[in-house]
């Protein structure tokens, strides 16, 4: 056994021959054991790897810092598109790079990791998005391990996610009393043909503001969805929508198409009054002087919105409003997974399960009713 004592400094090491590389003699060396046992359990530990696995790893010494660069680089910006990219990163650099940044990568344990997401929890975080937190940063490390071995181990793969009590889905949707209120209050507005094609078809806002003419044909009553609109920093641009599934036709209603139309007239008027004042485009959601319509503008009117008449409200509840109302109604649910392009049909399932278990107890009261007539 190649274990020694340095003479000079008191102290053990011990050198192993490990598997050659490229035919070159390769040893471990390792120094400062203040026991000959100490050097013996390592020596041993090192060897069974090598003999188990016919390979050893050496830790990398890389800071967390400098190996997040590395992952952005190398998985990030080559394997997601630029908007998931500028997404993920916001998430990154918020809630993940921080409270890691002063850490060596090999230095992380599964309790750092707990603790970071129980401190989102304690914040008050919504339980999706804590789960996005921790999904990329099992992700991350994952990535450490394989296929960039900068480590022997994930710290985060044991983990789990820590209980959390949510909103209910019940609260996502507009009540029939606020909706009659906010369909009031749009007419008001400069956005109104975008919350009103949000309520009849359940589109995401980045669809909806990415819609142009030649998506919708108003004789068939039918909306093609093939764009999706993302802001990327201080720009918004056009992609492809979400998830293959999200790239669909949607029927639409006479109601919808009348506004629509009623839109689509206004709009011209708007050319022919401002003539060469007017910013020509093929959009369906734009401003008065033909300018392009974006998500953040109706972000910050729904946080008006609510702010000044006190209503609970947000764009995607018209998503989940639209939702159960069809439902609620007698829709085929999966008719709804494909009208709202969800990828699985457990998301739809999933998402509105609450209204599915009402319509149950209102079916169970009719029987109960009827059979207590006779």
């Not at 800071?63 to 500028?86: C, G, H, P, Q």
């Not at 991350?140 to 983990?159: C, D, G, Q, T």
């Not at 995401?204 to 802001?231: F, M, P, Q, Y």
């Amino acid at each position: 056994m190649h274990i020694k004592k340095d003479q000079i400094r008191g102290t053990w090491y011990f050198v192993l021959d490990a598997p050659r590389e490229n035919g070159k003699r390769k040893q471990i060396r390792r120094t400062g054991f203040k026991t000959k046992r100490a050097a013996e359990q390592k020596y041993r530990q090192f060897k069974q790897e090598i003999e188990e696995s016919g390979t050893f790893k050496i830790v990398s010494d890389i800071s967390f810092n400098d190996y997040l660069d590395y992952f952005i680089k190398n998985y990030m910006e080559v394997n997601l598109k630029e908007s998931t990219v500028r997404n993920k990163l916001f998430l990154i650099e918020k809630h993940i790079r921080p409270v890691l940044k002063n850490y060596k990568l090999r230095e992380i344990s599964p309790a750092i990791i707990n603790e970071i997401i129980n401190n989102k929890v304690k914040e008050g975080y919504k339980k999706k998005y804590i789960s996005s937190i921790f999904t990329y940063i099992k992700l991350i490390f994952r990535y450490s391990v394989f296929p960039s071995e900068f480590l022997k181990k994930n710290p985060a793969e044991h983990l789990k996610m820590p209980k959390i009590e949510d909103v209910s889905n019940t609260e996502k949707s507009i009540t029939m009393d606020n909706l009659n209120k906010l369909t009031k209050l749009w007419k008001n507005t400069k956005f109104n043909i975008i919350y009103t094609v949000g309520l009849h078809t359940g589109m995401r806002l980045g669809e909806i503001i990415a819609l142009e003419w030649d998506n919708i044909d108003l004789n068939k009553g039918i909306i093609t969805v093939n764009k999706n609109a993302v802001t990327l920093g201080s720009e918004v641009k056009l992609s492809s929508p979400k998830t293959q599934s999200s790239i669909r036709t949607i029927n639409i209603g006479k109601t919808l198409i009348l506004e629509l139309k009623k839109w689509r007239v206004e709009q011209i008027e708007q050319k022919f009054k401002r003539g060469k004042f007017y910013i020509q485009s093929n959009f369906v959601c734009t401003y008065s002087d033909g300018r392009w319509i974006k998500p953040n503008s109706i972000k910050s009117n729904g946080t008006a919105l609510k702010k000044k008449y006190g209503i609970k409200f947000n764009f995607h509840m018209l998503r989940h409003t639209h939702a159960t109302m069809l439902i609620e109604n007698g829709a085929n649910m999966k008719d709804v997974q494909e009208r709202l392009g969800h990828y699985k049909y457990s998301t739809t399932m999933d998402t509105y399960a609450h209204v599915t278990k009402k319509m149950s107890d209102e079916t169970i009261e009719i029987f109960e009713k009827a059979i207590n007539q006779n």
